[in-house]
Structure formats: structure tokens, C-alpha cells
């Protein structure tokens, strides 16, 4: 069975910084693009990061270049986003996904990964 179980969210104070974990189980974790979207309330998905499998590259949407950073442990199969200074803005649920190819296509700048996980809430006072 495919799991994809987002943790380390949480409430802080604008500049700061959070690092979220994604556990991966059920399948090979190099053989599909993975990445992390967020949802704010009443707002449309808005993608943040996708990795590819071929050239290992992420690419990173402009709300997160420059803030936001991806890492992978194959070991333990999971899958981290680093966020330092935290905005307002960024308050919202996070997700990891998959899209069920090995390299990002379009839709990850929309979100629309094809399996993700329930997610964990991120709150950033000012």
C-alpha cells in the first residue's frame, strides 16, 4: 500500500524556520518525480517543489526559490522541505506527492501531484 505521511509542521513567528518530513512506503522511491504542494484556506493548491528521477534536479516554484530547500534520505525513504524565513503567507497544509512518472511534468507548479498525503499545518504569525 502506497503512504505518503507529512509531520513537522507547526505555529511560529514569521522569520523563522520549520523542517517537514514526508514518510514514503509501498514503492520503489527513485522511480517516481515527488514533491510538495500547500493549500491554503479558501486558495487553490499552489505547487512548491517537484524532483525529478533522471537528473535528480528539483525545481523549486518562486515562492519557495531562494527559501525553500528539498532533500531526500533513500535510506529511510523520506523526503524533507527545509523553510526558512517563514512569511504569513505561508501559512497553510502542506503535502507531499508523486506523479506517477519519472520526471516532473506541468503539473506540479498546479499541484496536481496523483497520490499525497493528509498533510501537516503550517502557521506563521507576524
Known amino acids: 500500500e502506497v503512504q505518503l505521511v507529512e509531520s513537522g509542521g507547526g505555529s511560529v513567528q514569521a522569520g523563522r524556520s520549520l523542517r517537514l518530513s514526508c514518510a514514503i512506503s509501498?514503492?520503489?522511491?527513485?522511480?517516481?518525480?515527488i514533491g510538495w504542494f500547500r493549500q491554503a484556506p479558501g486558495k487553490e493548491r499552489e505547487g512548491l517543489t517537484c524532483?525529478?528521477?533522471?537528473?535528480?534536479?528539483?525545481d523549486y516554484a518562486n515562492s519557495a526559490s531562494g527559501r525553500f530547500t528539498v532533500s531526500k534520505d533513500r535510506e529511510k525513504k523520506m523526503l524533507y522541505l527545509q523553510m526558512d524565513s517563514l512569511k504569513p503567507e505561508d501559512t497553510a497544509v502542506y503535502h507531499c506527492?508523486?506523479?506517477?512518472?519519472?520526471?516532473?511534468?506541468?503539473?506540479?507548479?498546479?499541484?496536481?501531484?496523483?497520490?499525497w498525503g493528509q498533510g501537516t499545518q503550517v502557521a506563521v504569525s507576524s
Open positions: 524532483t525529478s528521477v533522471s537528473d535528480r534536479r528539483t
Open positions: 506527492g508523486i506523479l506517477w512518472i519519472p520526471d516532473c511534468d506541468s503539473r506540479w507548479a498546479f499541484g496536481e501531484y496523483e497520490y
Open positions: 509501498g514503492f520503489t522511491f527513485d522511480d517516481y518525480a
